[in-house]
């Protein structure tokens, strides 16, 4: 499903900075990945070229049957609609509704009314926030905020959701709340990729963990083999 070959992302400055270095690994379709490392590890930019949002220097970024380092920036919202992005600072528009930033990406696209409200219904159910829907983003907590952000990316029904250090703006409660929200999408069949330094997350995950450090590749471990201690 998702494939980094040879790829490496350098950011041409004063320092050439390297990102990311022979990044090499392939995620199958329903797997639970943790991407970890440290800050400046490497994550977010291998978030990046997944969405589009950047080119490899090198490599080839494939996602299903989109080779997303050769598609051009018009091609990117059709890929883009299989793959759901969370954010840590959740990106949710201030002046609407919980169902309206559900709702936004459906009506941009032209969408039925009707089958917006339904869609929108559906997710909002699925994380427990029926009861939020009219509940504008202020009047909400960090952790209900979350679980939006979460429902706006699995509206679109995508194939993938990408979390980047979804709980980093959370306190442990309610990041235990949003980690068992993605098993519960995972296991629904949704492949997840999470990028996280928290080690307490990965280790209470025991799934599959890739860790980056200085922009490469250092472990690919499956379920139950290793621990970040």
Request: proline share 4%; hydrophobic share 40%; charged share 25%.
């Amino acid at each position: 499903m998702i494939n980094f070959q040879n790829v490496s992302k350098i950011y041409y400055n004063s320092s050439n900075h390297s990102a990311l270095v022979d990044v090499n690994f392939k995620i199958n379709p329903r797997e639970f990945v943790s991407i970890v490392g440290r800050s400046g590890a490497g994550k977010s930019t291998l978030i990046k070229l997944l969405i589009g949002e950047e080119k490899p220097s090198k490599g080839r970024v494939i996602f299903g049957h989109y080779d997303i380092s050769e598609m051009k920036p018009k091609q990117l919202p059709e890929m883009r609609r299989h793959i759901g992005v969370v954010f840590q600072d959740f990106k949710l528009l201030p002046t609407k509704t919980a169902y309206e930033n559900v709702a936004f990406a459906l009506e941009v696209a032209g969408r039925p009314q009707r089958e917006i409200d339904d869609l929108v219904e559906e997710v909002l159910d699925l994380v427990d926030l029926a009861d939020k829907a009219e509940n504008f983003i202020h009047e909400l907590s960090g952790g209900e905020k979350q679980r939006v952000a979460i429902a706006r990316a699995m509206v679109n029904r995508p194939d993938v959701i990408v979390a980047d250090e979804p709980t980093g703006n959370l306190d442990p409660f309610n990041s235990l709340g949003i980690i068992t929200l993605l098993q519960q999408i995972n296991q629904l069949g949704t492949t997840v990729l999470l990028a996280t330094h928290n080690k307490e997350i990965v280790n209470q995950l025991g799934r599959r963990v890739i860790l980056l450090e200085n922009g490469r590749v250092m472990r690919d471990v499956a379920k139950g083999k290793y621990s970040l201690a």
